[in-house]
């Protein structure tokens, strides 16, 4: 197919690079899924705190429209000894929404590591938090 449309553009008296051309000869449609933006992935992890409790809140903001997983893992200690929060999922993503992955609500008076990783087939994003007590 290459050389189909090298001789095509020769005849019309144009010229055209392999590498303008290489997606065309593989077989792949440059339409068929947009181009990497960096950036096009965000992640956040929100903190609050109302009386002795803490709400953590991860989420993701995607500039494309599609499927991804994330992977998020919090360990903590405190007074009252230490917990750890592993979960992950496939998640769908709009393009410039924001998407919410839960909420946990854990003891004000511990230290907290908390991590989340996300990945789609155009990008990928880690958010990491270290909550302290006040």
């Excluded at 998020?72 to 410039?96: F, H, I, K, W």
Aim: hydrophobic share 40%; aromatic share 2%; net charge negative.
């Amino acid at each position: 197919m290459l050389s189909f449309l090298q001789s095509v553009l020769a005849a019309l008296g144009l010229t055209a690079s392999a590498v303008a051309l290489a997606p065309l000869a593989s077989g792949h449609d440059a339409n068929a899924h947009p181009m990497h933006v960096p950036g096009a992935l965000h992640c956040a992890i929100e903190v609050s705190q109302r009386a002795s409790m803490l709400t953590i809140e991860p989420s993701i903001r995607a500039e494309e429209t599609g499927t991804g997983s994330y992977r998020l893992s919090l360990s903590g200690r405190g007074p009252s000894g230490t917990t750890n929060v592993s979960q992950g999922s496939t998640v769908d993503l709009e393009a410039g929404e924001t998407t919410r992955l839960g909420k946990l609500m854990l003891d004000a008076h511990a230290s907290y590591k908390v991590r989340l990783d996300v990945e789609t087939d155009w990008d990928t994003a880690t958010c990491n938090e270290t909550i302290t007590p006040l």
